[in-house]
């Protein structure tokens, strides 16, 4: 069980990390 909830947890900050990855480079092209 614990390991289920690790290895969503790493995604979820795998994804989140992603997003503001994009969001970082969007920001860029825009400025």
Not at 5 to 22: A, G, Q
Request: charged share 30%; proline share 0%.
């Amino acid at each position: 069980m614990q390991l289920i909830t690790d290895s969503l947890k790493e995604e979820e900050e795998y994804i989140y990390s992603h997003m503001m990855k994009k969001r970082y480079i969007q920001l860029l092209i825009i400025n």
